[in-house]
């Protein structure tokens, strides 16, 4: 594994690559892998990471003068904080859920009531008209 440079022409700036060897088994052959990890900084010549995938890194530069302090100096990137339902939060939403379904079946019940009352009132009316 080395590091490549390419120029784009557009942008007018030079890219760093991580290129990498990968046996194909299909083509039976080893095939270039690269990844852009950054891009070089024409004053010190150093790799500056794009941090686009995962966090950034320290890259040495492809001349082999990588200064191991440098890596120290620079700034630590924040993770992202993961959210945990606690069981506490759970029990809660269980409770409210449970709560809910037990107001729906006591208003189930009075509309099923006021069903049966009103088909027997429409039976009533219906016998009495018969008669």
């Keep these: 594994m080395y590091i490549s440079r390419s120029f784009n022409k557009r942008m007018n700036v030079w890219y760093a690559y991580e290129v990498d060897y990968v046996w194909d088994e299909f083509k039976q052959k080893k095939v270039q892998k690269r990844r852009c990890i950054g891009k070089f ?3 010190t010549d150093q790799v500056i990471p794009n941090g686009k995938r995962g966090h950034p890194r320290f890259v ?9 302090n440098q890596g120290a100096n ?3 990137p924040n993770k992202p904080k993961k959210s945990y339902i606690t069981r506490r939060k759970l029990e809660a939403k269980v409770q409210k859920l449970a709560r809910t379904m037990k107001d729906l ?10 069903l ?10 219906v016998q009495g008209e018969g008669t």
């Design 41 to 43: 900084d024409p004053e």
């Design 60 to 68: 040495p530069s492809p001349n082999g003068s990588a200064d191991a």
């Design 74 to 76: 620079q700034p630590k």
């Design 105 to 114: 079946s006591q208003q189930m019940a009075i509309l099923s009531r006021d």
């Design 116 to 125: 049966e009352a009103l088909t027997k009132d429409e039976d009533a009316n």
